[in-house]
């Protein structure tokens, strides 16, 4: 089981490695930390470590992990 410091770097890190593409969603104006916190205090941590887990396997198969982000921030704002 991963630690609350490091889901919110590799979170972190997600949200920085794919900035060109986020900035065109609602959280575009957020930085990386604010998007970071933002989204564990939605969903909390445990389904912020399946989603890193999900992003590990997408990436693992060369499929389209910011989609995926994409789709899962499509439903929170839906919500």
């Known amino acids: ?3 609350l410091a490091d889901i919110k770097r590799q ?3 997600f949200c920085r490695r794919n900035r ?3 900035k065109y969603t609602h959280i575009g104006d957020y930085s990386a930390e ?6 564990i ?3 909390g941590i ?3 470590q399946k989603i890193l887990h999900d992003i590990d396997i997408i990436n693992q198969r060369g499929g389209d992990t910011v989609k995926y982000f994409m789709l899962i921030l499509e439903g929170l704002k839906a919500a």
């Open 41 to 43: 205090a939605c969903v």
């Open 11 to 13: 979170l972190r890190s």
């Open 34 to 39: 604010e998007v970071c916190d933002m989204f």
């Open 1 to 3: 089981m991963l630690e």
């Open 46 to 48: 445990e389904e912020v």
């Open 20 to 22: 060109t593409a986020l």
